[in-house]
């Protein structure tokens, strides 16, 4: 079983839609979770960190389910910038450090 | 504020041809620095990760060497490449001025190996 599972995708999404992406995590130690994206052939970018209680910004929005540990992402009115592959990520904080796992990544494509 | 370099942008090198990949951070002290690799249509694999000078752990085995000369400085080499070492090479950096442990990426060595 993968550690961080998401749908590859793609989404096909017209302009203006409202897109979510989910993500599992299986080690229940996990202490930090992320949304990554990333665009063709560039390198990740850190797209929002998400805390315990939900967080959002401007169009985005994350949320955490501890106890299935679950993660999704909330993408409204999507632009054709959005278009990416969206990684989830968890960390694990320990002894040798700050160790990020990554999933597969979801592919965002919007129509216009 | 702190960047992070990678060079070269993109190598190609024949199978057997030794391999220097380079990143250096600026704008902080003391981070925790990391090589991933991409395969082609595959996620991220941390390879090698350093919480200090000289310091360096490996996740997987490989014909892979990180290397840790100074603080801010963090080298991948290879004596001999493999046709599988093909994939877009990753170095990312955290520290006290990250939040949340959050990492951050270069933009990337794009390696072909012929």
């Known amino acids: 079983r993968k550690e961080v599972e998401q749908d590859p995708g793609p989404f096909n999404v017209p302009e203006g839609a409202t897109v979510a992406f989910n993500c599992t995590y299986s080690?229940?130690?996990?202490?930090?979770f992320f949304w990554y994206r990333q665009d063709c052939r560039k390198e990740p970018k850190l797209l929002m960190s998400v805390y315990s209680s939900g967080n959002e910004d401007g169009r985005f929005t994350a949320q955490l389910n501890r106890a299935s540990q679950y993660i999704s992402l909330l993408i409204r009115d999507s632009k054709l910038s959005d278009s990416a592959t969206y990684l989830c990520?968890?960390?694990?904080?320990?002894?040798?450090?700050?160790?990020?796992?990554f999933g597969g990544g979801t592919r965002l494509m919007v129509k216009p | 504020s702190q960047t992070i370099h990678q060079w070269p942008a993109t190598l190609v090198q024949p199978v057997g041809s030794p391999l220097s990949l380079e990143c250096t951070v600026e704008?902080?002290?003391?981070?925790?620095l990391y090589w991933y690799r991409q395969a082609a249509g595959r996620g991220l694999q941390l390879l090698f990760y350093s919480v200090g000078i000289g310091q360096i752990s490996s996740e997987v085995p490989q014909n892979l060497s990180a290397s840790r000369p100074q603080d801010r400085q963090f080298i991948l080499s290879s004596k001999k490449l493999l046709l599988s070492d093909s994939g877009f090479y990753l170095c990312?950096?955290?520290?006290?001025?990250?939040?949340?442990?959050?990492?951050?990426f270069g933009p990337g060595t794009r390696l072909t190996v012929t």
């Open positions: 080690n229940s130690a996990s202490q930090s």
């Open positions: 990520v968890v960390n694990e904080f320990n002894n040798a450090g700050n160790m990020l796992t």
């Open positions: 990312a950096w955290s520290g006290l001025a990250t939040r949340i442990y959050e990492q951050y």
């Open positions: 704008g902080t002290s003391n981070p925790n």
